[in-house]
């Protein structure tokens, strides 16, 4: 229920790093869970920059940890000690290596004579070297014990003091730039928000490691007329509009004092600061679009929803077609503002429905809107006009089913409801899995292309199936329940998809069921959903532009500490992020990444599904462009071929993924898992789904996490840094991870986190990749239409 | 002149720069090229310990001691309580690496006043240095904490033989790192003059140093113009200005 107008503009949670003209340069802050670096020449002030991003945590409660290499701990307490009182609160791990011993003296491991303590108990005297004993400081000997330190307090911030002492000093025998870049990696898989001193020589050249994190800000030292001048810039920052000028500093006993009002140059020349804030906040204005598409997706979403449930949206229609036009026309400011409009008129209408709905049924649905509350913010869909039309076979998919299944444990509220119960009958036939995108399907008529629903296919159900989705069906998605319907569905998928939109959905839903269906529709469910549609969808190909920051992802076998926090938060990041993806995209891998990809997308959800359908589906893929091949999973699989159909490449490579994963799971195998695995099916098929899952995804945190956790194994090669940073990742990860066998899911799944990076990941590259275009219908199309506009079309 | 909890430079004018002075018992870099004056800054520095009753101590890797008394005889400083430790290196000192065996032949610390006109006779003296070495004979003179400032002139020629005895710069970051660990763990406030670092390069002293000291030397006109500058100093405030200043046979005035 939560409806909040923030949903519609990038939601991105930002981290402020304690200097407020800093934040103002990166556009509101740092995103979360990645690595950044602090780039300067000694003495320019980057752990000065680092402990006020520190004590700003401080002040928000947070734990935070500062790591010092270089400097001994007791020194920096009495340079900064000045900072305020903040300042003795942070926690402060000495890595400083000892003295070097020429005589042979027992090692001790630097985790068990070692652990943070605040600055405020730091002694004012230096640390001895031991006499009899040496403590060996080496990057493989401080990653666990980092591990270690994060597992014992739940630090939220954290500073490197710095790399290139780690380098300088601790990586015998490593070549530096791969030992940083192995140091990165392990960070992204910490998953907290990091900053990492980086010295440089006073002459500015570019570090190598500049390549590796996510965003870079550097310190300048110039000397111009015999005086010491400081600038400060953004070099990169992924994801995220930025300052692009230098602006001068100052070093204050209190930290940096940074003169946004002017801007400097190299040569040490000011200048006052040109009004040109707009190209601040329209750096890229790629970005910009990125994000009004994502959320005109969800808009959309949102929208096939209320039409299903007989709501007027032709209000909301002519909003969304507004803010198209004033996007292609590069009218951001406008755009954004009908569309914070229109997401409100939508979310009122939803709140309105579902009151009423709740006032009608009993118990449930009041269950019902909770889930979908929570999560939701983020990303909404982008391009749902142009995807809409687009793949019109591939349409909605399955991307509704959010909720899912997994067995496991849900954390977030959504997945509560449904997931269990009932469905297993539904998961376990295949029907189940075709529900998946028959939810979507229906729905999709907003704005572009509405198309009408085909048929007949309440099948969809399944989704719902998970737990009492079945009911459920009505809602919105296009699926009808419970029934058999695969068929249906099947039809739905193919075609227009989108058949019932009249039906009543929400009788079926009833009591329990219910809530959760209808969450998915409304974004504010999509969690679950999500995660699912993700799943299947994503076949279609374009995940790959959003593969683009891949290496980093591949390194780090060794998930993150912190699973749960993690996950979540790097969902949001991830549906934040898109830009990131951009940036790698180069690649477009054609039809057969795509099907990776949004294995990896999904990953999370798809994890589980995704293996047992993967193998349903994969048979059905053999046949290819014929949907129907696949008989077993009627109504399912129909949608999945179409979806073959637009790209028959594709969709044969998306079947062959996603069946490699399934083969360990059987579909229907346990009533829990069924469910899941049902949107699983769904999600294959119908890359699209995937999309619009993602962007749900956040507001569903939870239950996707799990389900982007078993999709992971899809992805698995981007794992973890992918899932923490950013998209790109994700891209590479969706190829490779494909074929991964299930174990591989498993493993992931565990790791949760990787899982929503993959789901933004994929949800782009779908959206590019094929889709969107077919969208023939507004059904089919939704999931499409959400994939397209990612990357892609924006870029 | 000098604050409450700095140590002075023996200079009032580079006190100021230094916003009072240097901060306790933290290694300091004194960068310039030949001639620029870093070793009589070093000798200053020391005979501000001397006047303050402070035990303090010259490492002299470039310049034996005695040369080093001659060279300031003009300007009336009186060396003789400043204890030395000659690591000059003996004729053939670059003939091999240095053994950690071999600090034991590397001679021991000695009174300035102690040291006759005639010098050592550097043939004879066949010592063979290296960071290891002056490291370890420093720990063994050392250990107690009895002084309060030194000097190691210069830090350069030492890494010189650090680079010798190890081809690999790793291991002579390393030791360079553990050099500036051992001074820190002493307690002494010191200086290392260096030559100026290469600006396109990072080393490890300068990233290790808490801050650092440039004396340049610049042609205005038809005249040589010696100038100094606070690089960098961590944990205070300093000038950022770069200053005029003169050694004179009133020794070294800012300003």
């Known amino acids: 229920m939560v409806a909040t107008d923030a949903r519609t503009v990038p939601p991105l949670e930002r981290i402020s790093t304690g200097i407020p003209e800093l934040d103002e340069m990166l556009a509101g802050g740092l995103l979360p869970h990645r690595p950044y670096l602090v780039v300067g020449p000694p003495g320019a002030g980057k752990t000065t920059l680092s402990l006020q991003f520190l004590i700003e945590g401080i002040r928000r409660g947070e734990e935070v940890l500062f790591v010092t290499l270089e400097e001994p701990p007791n020194e920096v307490r009495q340079n900064h000690q000045a900072m305020g009182p903040e300042f003795e609160q942070i926690y402060v791990f000495d890595a400083v290596p000892d003295v070097m011993r020429y005589e042979r003296t027992p090692f001790k491991d630097i985790a068990s004579v070692r652990e943070a303590v605040r600055f405020g108990q730091v002694p004012l005297t230096i640390r001895q070297t031991p006499e009899f004993e040496s403590v060996e400081v080496t990057m493989t000997s401080l990653q666990p014990t980092l591990r270690q330190e994060v597992r014992r307090r739940h630090y939220k911030r954290m500073v490197i003091d710095s790399l290139t002492a780690l380098q300088f000093f601790c990586m015998p025998g490593i070549d530096l730039t791969q030992g940083a870049q192995t140091f990165l990696r392990f960070l992204s898989d910490l998953g907290l928000t990091t900053l990492l001193t980086l010295e440089v020589p006073a002459s500015d050249e570019q570090s190598e490691e500049h390549l590796l994190a996510r965003g870079e800000l550097r310190l300048f030292r110039w000397e111009a007329e015999g005086k010491t001048q400081n600038a400060i810039g953004v070099e990169k920052f992924r994801g995220s509009a930025h300052d692009i000028h230098l602006h001068p500093y100052r070093m204050s006993p209190h930290g940096l004092d940074i003169n946004l009002s002017v801007t400097i140059s190299s040569g040490g020349i000011a200048a006052p600061a040109q009004a040109d804030t707009q190209e601040v906040l329209g750096v890229p204005p790629e970005e910009v679009a990125y994000e009004i598409r994502r959320s005109v997706l969800n808009l959309d979403q949102d929208i096939r929803d209320l039409v299903e449930v007989r709501v007027d949206v032709t209000p909301m229609h002519e909003g969304v077609r507004f803010v198209l036009t004033a996007l292609a026309d590069h009218r951001f400011e406008d755009a954004l503002i009908r569309l914070r409009e229109t997401r409100a008129l939508a979310d009122r209408l939803i709140d309105e429905y579902q009151v009423s709905e709740a006032a009608e049924k009993a118990s449930q649905p009041a269950a019902v809107p909770s889930r979908v509350a929570p999560v939701r913010s983020p990303v909404a869909v982008t391009m749902p006009s142009s995807q809409p039309a687009v793949t019109p076979a591939m349409p909605p998919l399955v991307e509704s089913l959010p909720p899912p299944p997994l067995p496991e444990p849900i954390p977030s509220p959504a997945l509560l409801g449904s997931t269990a119960p009932a469905l297993p009958l539904q998961s376990r036939t295949p029907a189940a899995v075709l529900e998946t995108p028959t939810e979507r399907p229906a729905p999709m008529p907003p704005s572009v292309v509405p198309i009408p629903p085909p048929p007949p296919a309440p099948p969809p159900v399944n989704q719902t199936g998970p737990t009492a989705v079945p009911p459920v069906t009505p809602l919105t998605l296009p699926p009808p329940p419970p029934e058999t319907p695969q068929a249906p569905r099947i039809a739905n998928v193919v075609g227009p998809r989108v058949p019932e939109p009249p039906r009543p959905p929400l009788p079926p839903i009833e009591g329990p069921p219910a809530p959760t269906l209808v969450h998915r529709f409304f974004r504010r469910a999509p969690k679950p959903t999500a995660p699912v549609a993700h799943a299947t969808v994503r076949v279609a190909r374009p995940p790959i532009d959003m593969m683009p920051a891949p290496p980093p992802q591949t390194p780090s076998p060794t998930p993150p500490l912190a699973p749960a926090q993690v996950r979540r938060e790097e969902s949001l990041p991830a549906a934040a992020t898109p830009p990131t993806v951009k940036l790698q995209p180069a690649e477009p891998v054609p039809p057969l990444r795509p099907p990776p990809e949004i294995s990896a997308s999904f990953p999370k959800p798809p994890v589980e599904v995704a293996g047992e359908r993967g193998t349903s589906l994969s048979p059905a893929v053999p046949g290819a462009a014929p949907v129907g091949t696949p008989a077993p999973p009627p109504a399912p699989e129909p949608p999945r071929m179409p979806a073959v159909e637009t790209g028959p490449g594709l969709t044969t490579g998306v079947s062959g993924t996603s069946l490699t994963p399934s083969p360990p799971v059987p579909p229907g195998v346990t009533a829990g898992p069924a469910g899941m695995r049902t949107r699983d099916t769904t999600t294959p098929a119908p890359p699209h789904l995937a999309i619009p899952k993602t962007r749900r995804t956040p507001a569903a945190g939870s239950p996707r996490s799990r389900r982007t956790r078993v999709a992971e194994p899809a992805a698995a090669p981007s794992s973890p840094i992918s899932a923490i940073a950013t998209p790109p990742p994700e891209s590479s990860a969706p190829g490779g991870a494909r074929i991964a066998p299930p174990k591989r899911q498993t493993r992931r799944r565990r790791k949760a986190p990787p899982v929503t990076s993959a789901d933004l990941g994929p949800m782009p590259t779908n959206s590019s990749a094929t889709a969107v275009p077919a969208s023939p219908a507004g059904r089919s199309s939704e999931p499409a239409a959400k994939h397209p506009p990612d990357p892609p079309a924006e870029s | ?255």
Do not use: C
């Open chain 2, 1 to 255: 002149m000098v604050a409450e909890g700095r140590v002075s430079t023996g200079v009032p004018g580079i006190d100021r720069m230094l916003g009072g002075g240097l901060l306790p018992g933290r290694p300091y870099l004194v960068t310039g090229e030949t001639g620029s004056g870093k070793t009589l800054l070093g000798l200053r520095f020391l005979l501000e310990g001397i006047r303050n009753g402070e035990n303090v101590l010259l490492v002299a890797v470039d310049e034996p001691p005695t040369e080093i008394m001659e060279n300031v005889r003009s300007f009336g400083w009186d060396l003789s309580a400043i204890r030395t430790l000659d690591a000059n290196p003996g004729t053939h000192g670059l003939r091999r690496l240095a053994d950690v065996q071999e600090i034991r032949s590397l001679g021991n610390l000695k009174s300035m006043a102690t040291l006759g006109a005639e010098g050592r006779r550097l043939a004879d003296s066949g010592d063979e240095i290296s960071i290891q070495s002056v490291y370890l004979k420093l720990r063994q003179q050392m250990s107690g904490g009895q002084y309060q400032r030194l000097v190691i002139d210069s830090l350069t020629s030492l890494r010189k033989f650090a680079l010798k005895a190890s081809s690999d710069p790793q291991a002579e970051r390393t030791e360079v790192q553990s050099m500036f660990r051992f001074v820190s763990e002493q307690g002494v406030t010191a200086l290392l003059t260096s030559a100026p670092a290469n600006p396109r390069i990072l080393t490890p002293e300068i990233m290790l140093s808490r801050g650092e000291i440039l004396l340049t030397r610049k042609w205005v006109g038809d005249k040589s113009v010696r100038q100094i500058k606070v690089v960098r100093f961590r944990g205070s405030a300093h000038d950022l200005e770069r200053r005029p200043f003169t050694i004179t046979l009133a020794g070294i005035q800012v300003g």
